[in-house]
């Protein structure tokens, strides 16, 4: 049976563009909002420690204003988690968060840090706000995942978007397809997301067990030729013909 393959769109490269000059455009609301026309089922952003892209401000407006689901990426910084606390998005997506990186890479180390992650997990949802993990595909840290009280994991898509072979990229996609099964069986909801494109992005959506695609950098690079609801509805052609 055909299912519906829904489609988040991160918006925080928008924010990079007007903080390149630290003025007020393009503007993450506007843009937001034009996704949302376009078809998007939610709205992510990445409020990190540094501050590079999107501001608190941003996430309090998007708060308001964003009529599907907003999606808030976080690191586990007490600061974060105490802004998240007294936002309450939708759904908060726990990453790791490294101030050196370009990108979020790898996926949280949930085994590692089963603690911590635990101690946030209880947090939102005790203000019923729903908790995704963002996890590389591998079973110990499926099974963590589970065990800390998670309520959805995000693949971390990484390793299949930069595969140098056609071997490496068939590797990759099948550890995917395996891990989103593994998850579903233990009732966990299964999204997707890193470094997904146009083009590469096909093969994930035969993966039946993932519910979302959280995708941004790819869109709003297309976004600047082609505007942003074009670039959000071309995607959304192309992740519904799964």
Do not use: C
Request: cysteine-free.
């Amino acid at each position: 049976m055909k299912t519906y393959m829904k489609l988040g769109v991160n918006i925080d490269h928008i924010a990079t563009v007007r903080q390149a000059r630290k003025t007020f455009e393009p503007d993450p609301v506007r843009a937001a909002v034009l996704a949302e026309l376009a078809g998007a089922d939610s709205i992510v952003i990445h409020l990190r420690e540094d501050r590079r892209h999107i501001q608190e401000r941003d996430l309090r407006i998007l708060k308001q204003t964003v009529a599907t689901k907003l999606n808030l990426e976080m690191g586990l910084a007490d600061e974060i988690i105490k802004i998240a606390l007294d936002v309450k998005p939708y759904q908060v997506t726990l990453v790791p968060e490294r101030r050196e990186e370009l990108t979020t890479e790898g996926g949280l180390d949930i085994v590692k840090e089963r603690k911590r992650v635990e101690e946030a997990v209880k947090l939102f949802k005790k203000n019923n706000i729903l908790v995704s993990v963002f996890i590389d595909p591998d079973r110990e840290q499926l099974q963590a995942a589970k065990l800390v009280g998670a309520n959805m994991v995000e693949l971390h898509t990484g390793l299949y978007a930069n595969a140098q072979s056609i071997e490496a990229q068939r590797i990759a996609l099948h550890k995917l397809a395996e891990s989103a099964v593994t998850a579903r069986n233990t009732r966990l909801a299964v999204s997707a997301g890193h470094g997904l494109n146009y083009i590469n992005v096909h093969e994930i959506t035969h993966i039946m067990e993932i519910e979302e695609l959280n995708i941004g950098h790819s869109i709003i690079a297309r976004a600047v030729l082609v505007g942003m609801e074009r670039a959000v509805k071309e995607m959304k052609e192309i992740i519904s013909k799964r």
